[in-house]
């Protein structure tokens, strides 16, 4: 198969609806499982205008612009124009997952599925929305080209998960052809496979007459995406995703009535079900869970990683507001040759690692051999007591004990993320209610603690 690399990979996305959250809203979670060194950044991009004829560079192709494109926060890896997953303004969320189906791979540099995911948030105002802006443009432009930063060329197609404040679409995708499936209650989940059986919402307007004339389904028998479109024998990327898959299942199961964001937290930390990766080709490079509330008052809450392993990194609370502050502390360096826009692609190496990943990565050493420095750093400078904001971080007057051990460490940075979500979710119980000015800085100052505790 072109673009075959036998490095176990994998990817996990999970949604939740009323009945089975613990409060009225959608909680949606993904872990992005990339090669082992990829730097996911965290990238925020204001709405804008645009003006006719203007076009946008996605990650290999030059498309026509929107006239307008929404405010989004992406989770992505740091060599591309699109994204592993993200959020809009308007309480959209995306995330997408690798497959390999019966349509061939096409090494033709087209779009991404990471360039898909950032196309529907910038120009869907809903999950249905984002997925009409995604299916109008693979059908128009295809999807191709590497998915890793590497001379050799990996290749695949993708399933998307999308979520709003009232529903859910799981959509999956054969090279240019697609089905979609509507989710209105309880949980799903997807992974590198195909999941959509019979239960099709929408789809492709030549779905049924492809499969018929590649003599993959007679007509005769009801239409299963799944069964008509996955490959036969299944690649060992996709056996592995099967268990995978179901056990994600039987989380979601287990939890159902009382999932929280607390909840999608310790599913994708799990490690024994590999729903969180750590192997020497792939890990889990970033992670993301986002909590949309069905009252369209309270706002929406996004939490990122911004490092690799959620089992030993923090998830930060960011709030879309007017006048948010900038992170650059999760923002990778730009380079003027940048390998991966040059032709012929990825011929040398570059240092993409943003400033959290460096102290993180230092910081993961360090729980790995269970040394720790003899002090640890007070994480307060420059955040006022007394404001809403500052429930995140723990008081002046507390120091942290010393302990020799990688594991206090890790304790410390879960304190750390438990405070920020007992904060936000005051914000959705609305027992506090920040200023403006508070949330927009909110994302900015969760960081800068967390760097605090590295230094």
Known sequence: MAGWDPTPSSCDCFVALPPHTAAPAVIFGKNADRPRHEVQEILYVPAAVHRPGDKVQCTYLEIEQAERTHAVVLSRPAWLWGAEMGANEHGVCVGNEGVWTREPLGEDEALLGMDLVRLGLERGSSAREALEVIT???????????????????????????????????????????????????????????????????????????????????????????????????PARMEAAKARYHAGKELLRQHAGHITAETFMSILRDKASGICVDSEGFRTAGSMVAVLPRDPAVPCVHFFTATPDPSRSVFKPFVFVAGLKPAPQVRSPTFRDDPAKQIPRFQSAVDRRHQLYRRHQAALELMETDQVPQTLPQPLSGIPRGSPVSVLLPPHSNPLPVQEQGQKLLQTLRDLEKQGLEGMNALLEGTVTPSPEELADLFFDCVEAEMKFYT
Not at 149 to 155: A, D, G, K, R, Y
Not at 168 to 194: M, P
Not at 199 to 224: C, K, M, N, V, Y
């Open 136 to 234: 109008a443009l693979l059908e128009r432009y295809g999807q191709g080209g590497s998915c890793k930063e590497e001379p050799v060329p990996f290749v695949y197609h993708n399933t998307f998960l999308l979520a709003d404040r009232t529903e859910a679409w799981v959509l999956e995708t054969a090279g240019r052809y697609w089905a979609a499936q509507q989710i209105r209650e309880g949980s799903r989940n997807i992974s590198n496979q195909l999941s959509i059986g019979t239960e099709i919402t929408a789809e492709h307007p030549g779905l049924r007459q492809q499969a018929r004339s590649q003599g993959w389904w007679s007509g005769d028998s009801e239409f299963s995406f799944t069964e008509v479109f996955s490959l036969t024998p299944q």
